[in-house]
């Protein structure tokens, strides 16, 4: 199936996620996957399960929760259409009901429910016992004006603080000066610049991935972007949020070299060699579909192949990490947010360690 006959997934993800982190400034100033259609979720009525996470009548097993507890959070952008009807009171109200433990930001506009200042919605968070943990800013933009690390470091960071996030970082790719090694170089010294600012503040800079992170270097296609990202970025100031979903994917395009030669790798060994350079993960499912270019459908949580119970059991049952990572549902195009929502935490909750 041609990519030019069809919209590019995660091309959209990122133009749509852009257009909703662009809304943040006007406020804060004030006061995929498929070739095709997005991935169909299930719908309709909730099941007992569904509404009621933590009874985990889905346990899978009689062992630990592979969840570790209070870890539970969720991308806003899954839910921007809720937000954007109802506004955010509503919407922390149904993840406080569905289980969920913390909150990430991609904006912080809410539509029809009106203006919301920053320490509005921090205390309409917290009245709903979720924390906010982090937020999605854009890198860079050719306005000058533009809502970025790039343009507006000191507004970006002072919205942060304000929120009393720990973390602040950037869902857009280190491509701002091309995909050539002294490029990914170059976006590097850029992050270092705003994890020392961000540090300065008592939060970490982090960058969140999409698969085309794991391509090569347009002039060295024996090395890979990500490993530029990892190497040059320094990790007491740079952090990453790992989209387990687009690194699998990632795993899926690129275990070849553009000339064919074998350059396998396993998303999992990034995080287990460098743990503490990843507080943050995008808990994401995808339906394994080879004919796809994307190797992927993407599903709600729990629908999916990818394997969560090993994955995040690999990564708390490190010594002292039971508690250091966030883990945060998403779905880029759910058929119904809440849904979503719903059936992903009591997915989640049911995980079970194997004996």
């Known amino acids: 199936m041609s990519r030019f006959s069809q919209p590019d997934p995660e091309l959209g993800h990122r133009l749509s996620r852009r ?3 662009g809304v943040a400034a006007g406020a804060t100033a004030a006061a995929l996957l498929g070739a095709a259609a997005p991935a169909t979720a299930a719908t309709g009525n909730a099941t007992a399960a569904d509404a009621t996470p933590a009874t985990a009548s889905g346990t899978k097993g009689r062992g630990r929760p592979v969840l570790p507890p209070g870890r539970l959070g969720i991308q806003l952008y899954s839910l921007r259409d809720k937000v954007s009807t109802l506004g955010f009171g509503p919407v922390f109200a149904e993840l ?7 909150v990430e930001f991609a904006g912080y506009t809410q539509g029809s429910a009106g203006p919301i200042t920053l320490a509005q919605l921090k205390r309409l968070a917290r009245d ?10 854009g890198y860079y933009s050719d306005d000058p004006d533009a809502y970025t690390f790039a343009q507006n470091l000191t507004k970006v960071l002072d919205d942060a603080q304000a929120l009393g996030l720990k973390h ?3 869902a857009s790719g280190p491509f701002r000066y091309g995909s050539t090694v002294d490029a990914w170089k170059r976006a590097a010294e850029d992050f270092n610049t705003y994890g020392a600012a ?18 090569f270097a347009t002039d060295n296609p024996k090395v890979r972007l990500y490993d530029i990202l ?21 795993q899926f395009r690129f275990s070849k070299r553009p000339d064919g030669t074998p350059a396998p790798f396993e998303p999992l060994d990034y995080v287990l060699r460098q743990p503490d350079r990843y507080p943050l993960f995008h808990v994401k499912d995808g339906e394994s579909d080879p004919s796809n270019p994307y190797g992927y459908r993407m599903t709600d949580v729990g ?4 394997d969560y119970r090993r994955f995040i059991s690999a990564v708390t049952r ?9 883990w945060q549902a998403e779905h880029d195009n759910p058929a119904e947010s809440f849904t979503f929502a719903r059936r992903s935490s009591a997915h989640l909750h049911s995980l079970r360690e194997k004996c």
């Open 19 to 21: 257009g909703m982190l």
């Open 96 to 102: 406080e009901r569905y289980g969920y433990d913390e």
């Open 128 to 137: 709903h016992g979720l924390n906010p943990i982090g937020s999605h800013v």
């Open 168 to 170: 602040i970082g950037t």
């Open 198 to 215: 961000a540090r300065a503040r008592g939060m970490k800079f982090y960058q969140h991935n999409h698969s085309e992170e794991f391509s």
């Open 230 to 250: 990892v190497r040059e970025t320094d990790p007491d100031l740079v952090h990453l949020e790992m989209d387990i979903y687009w690194a699998y994917v990632g």
């Open 303 to 306: 629908d999916g192949d990818i």
């Open 318 to 326: 490190l010594r002292g990490h039971r508690m250091a990572h966030h």
